[in-house]
């Protein structure tokens, strides 16, 4: 079992396998030192793979894919994470431009859809207890039955084009959603901090001096 430090300033190198704005903002919450790399890996997802399955191999991936790339490959906590958004089992990508967000908005309101956010924790340290944490945690969202003029709005507004779901839950986009459900808030915008804490714990980072 890896000893915790007596300082939180001795805590293994950190690096967020993600170029994403808000698991950046998200990872800056726990106040901890942080790099962090933009893994290349292919997202498209494989024939016949369940959503779970998917989210758990690409934030798998990533961190792996990260720590290839690292000159000292052997001294860091790499976080990898990765969400697929799902109507009727039916995976819901980026929708990248207004007029496939408008369709998503259309084909989701009044209904329930389900995020897969995985999360994946490479501890590169040959002495770590626990090289490889990885977990999927699913958060429930209903979408308010709005018209299409206010999707429309919305849309304009905010241009959620990035974001699996086409709203941003952390922004204006929590108007058009009626409830979630979820045991880590943070998991639906990116980055589930509380699995992530565990994680860490269990790593043998100390959040506090």
Do not use: W
Request: aromatic letters at 4%; hydrophobic letters at 40%; a negative charge.
């Amino acid at each position: 079992m890896i000893k915790q430090s007596l300082k939180a300033n001795d805590n293994p190198r950190l690096i967020l396998a993600s170029s994403s704005a808000y698991r950046k903002e998200l990872l800056g919450r726990l106040q901890l030192p942080f790099t962090s790399m933009v893994p290349d890996i292919d997202e498209t997802p494989r024939h016949l793979e369940t959503p779970t399955t998917t989210a758990l191999r690409l934030a798998h991936q990533k961190a792996h894919a990260i720590a290839a790339q690292l000159d000292q490959p052997n001294d860091a906590l790499i976080i990898g994470s990765d969400q697929v958004a799902t109507l009727d089992d039916i995976q819901i990508g980026k929708p990248g431009n207004h007029e496939n967000a408008l369709r998503q908005l259309q084909l989701m309101r009044g209904r329930e859809v389900v995020f897969h956010t995985a999360l994946c924790l490479l501890d590169t340290r040959p002495t770590a207890a626990h090289h490889l944490q990885i977990q999927d945690i699913t958060t429930v969202v209903c979408f308010r039955d709005l018209s299409d003029a206010e999707l429309d709005a919305y849309l304009r507004i905010e241009q959620p084009y990035d974001c699996a779901g086409s709203a941003k839950n952390e922004a204006l986009g929590i108007a058009i959603l009626s409830s979630i459900k979820s045991d880590d808030p943070t998991a639906l915008t990116g980055l589930p901090l509380i699995a992530l804490t565990s994680m860490l714990r269990k790593a043998g980072v100390l959040f506090f001096k």
